[in-house]
């Protein structure tokens, strides 16, 4: 399961209309500043660029839509990655071996990075981190519902790297053709560590499969908790998904949330077969005529209700997350400190 790392397709970009430079990205088109007539044109150049698989970089104009379309969906990635880092980091001290520990630690630190370069990919949009993890703390963006469910066993880790981290490439592949440049590449780069992430997560249910009857045991049952939610990763169906055209034409999204979830399920049900691992599905069957494996209905009101912030573990996920961002102020400020400190030696030409 190799993500793609085929750059879109470099073509010649056209010019903007009547060959104005573009608005700066600090200044992105104010009301009043562009005629209508000046805007409409600069939207067909936008689409015209986007339309011909041609990147769009911070300081190309972008309509404004675009760009909050992009800020919500890359912070809520971001967060999703910070947050991801708690149910797994759990069980670091419990690693069942060093070399479990060894490779959980890794996996842990990969999530902490994969954060850092997406809230660096949605200040080129012109947000900062603070103000993004502002939002997440006062609980106005939010992060992936997968990431309130418990980690309750050792399987639970393999069950998170298997089926969550194989959602996430399933969903975060086609991301690295997204038209906005900054976050396809950062993606691109995401997607070989959690290539990993999912072989490490495999790796571990493999060898409870093929253990102790109590370890099979605890496999399945880890399996039988994630399956739904990992399902729900995908969002809603597409037809309860009001902004996937809007995405699609932008080439922010490159498939449905129905086609993501079925090209997920297609990938891992032989998986599940060679462990000897059942999925909680009994309606789960092979589809000739199509060649795809077709799940039963999903539960959407348990999506909605972990949603709103009635899942079993919203409320902890919040309550580390403001803690730990408390708790690591001096080292901003120490940073910050060290950052002004240097950059004093930089204008005076002495050693900071
Ligand atoms: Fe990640
Ligand atoms: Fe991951």
């Given at each position: 399961m190799?993500p ?5 397709a470099e ?5 903007l209309?009547?060959?104005?430079p573009?608005p700066?990205k ?5 009301p009043g500043?562009?005629s209508?007539?000046?805007?409409a ?23 404004e839509?675009?760009r ?11 967060h999703?990655?910070?947050?991801g ?5 759990n069980?670091?001290t ?9 490779i959980l630690?890794a ?6 990075g994969?954060?850092?370069?997406l ?7 012109g947000v900062?981190r603070?103000?993004?993890?502002d ?8 992060y ?6 418990p980690?309750l ?5 393999g069950a998170?790297?298997w089926?969550?981290d194989g ?6 592949v086609?991301l690295?053709r ?5 976050y396809?590449r950062a993606?691109?780069r995401?997607?070989?560590?959690e ?5 490490q997560?495999?790796?571990i249910?493999?060898?409870?499969a093929?253990g102790?009857?109590?370890q099979?045991a605890?496999?399945?049952?880890a399996?039988d908790?994630?399956?739904w939610?990992?399902?729900m990763?995908f969002g ?9 055209a ?6 922010i999204?490159r498939?449905s949330?129905d ?10 049900v032989?998986?599940a077969?060679a ?7 009994p309606d ?5 005529s199509?060649?795809?494996?077709r799940h039963?209905?999903i539960d959407?009101?348990?999506f909605?209700r ?5 899942g079993?573990c919203n409320?902890v996920r ?9 708790a690591?102020?001096?080292?901003r400020?120490a940073?910050s400190?060290?950052a002004?400190?240097?950059q ?5 030409g002495?050693?900071?």
């Amino acid at each position: 399961m190799q993500p793609s790392s085929q750059p879109a397709a470099e073509v010649g970009r056209p010019a903007l209309p009547e060959d104005r430079p573009a608005p700066p990205k600090d200044r992105p088109a104010p009301p009043g500043e562009t005629s209508p007539r000046e805007d409409a044109q600069f939207a067909a150049a936008f689409q015209a660029l986007v339309d011909a698989e041609a990147r769009i970089e911070p300081r190309d104009w972008m309509p404004e839509a675009y760009r909050a379309t992009l800020i919500r969906q890359i912070a809520q990635h971001a967060h999703s990655e910070i947050i991801g880092m708690q149910p797994e980091g759990n069980y670091i001290t419990r690693a069942p071996s060093l070399r479990r520990k060894a490779i959980l630690i890794a996996k842990v630190q990969d999530e902490a990075g994969h954060g850092l370069y997406l809230y660096s990919a949605a200040e080129t949009l012109g947000v900062s981190r603070d103000e993004l993890l502002d939002l997440l703390h006062s609980g106005r963006q939010r992060y992936s519902s997968i990431f309130n469910y418990p980690t309750l066993t050792w399987a639970d880790i393999g069950a998170i790297g298997w089926l969550v981290d194989g959602a996430a490439i399933t969903n975060q592949v086609p991301l690295s053709r997204c038209s906005y440049g900054p976050y396809a590449r950062a993606m691109t780069r995401i997607c070989k560590e959690e290539s990993f992430h999912q072989r490490q997560g495999y790796e571990i249910l493999w060898a409870l499969a093929h253990g102790s009857g109590e370890q099979k045991a605890m496999a399945q049952d880890a399996v039988d908790r994630w399956w739904w939610p990992s399902l729900m990763m995908f969002g809603p169906p597409d037809d309860a998904s009001p902004h996937s055209a809007q995405s699609m034409t932008w080439k922010i999204k490159r498939f449905s949330n129905d086609e993501l979830r079925q090209k997920f399920v297609d990938m891992t049900v032989p998986q599940a077969q060679a462990m000897g691992i059942s999925l909680p599905d009994p309606d789960l069957r092979f589809e000739e005529s199509s060649g795809h494996w077709r799940h039963g209905e999903i539960d959407w009101s348990e999506f909605a209700r972990v949603l709103a912030g009635d899942g079993p573990c919203n409320a902890v996920r919040m309550a580390r997350r403001r803690e730990a961002h408390q708790a690591g102020a001096w080292v901003r400020e120490a940073a910050s400190a060290y950052a002004a400190k240097h950059q004093v030696g930089v204008l005076t030409g002495s050693a900071a």
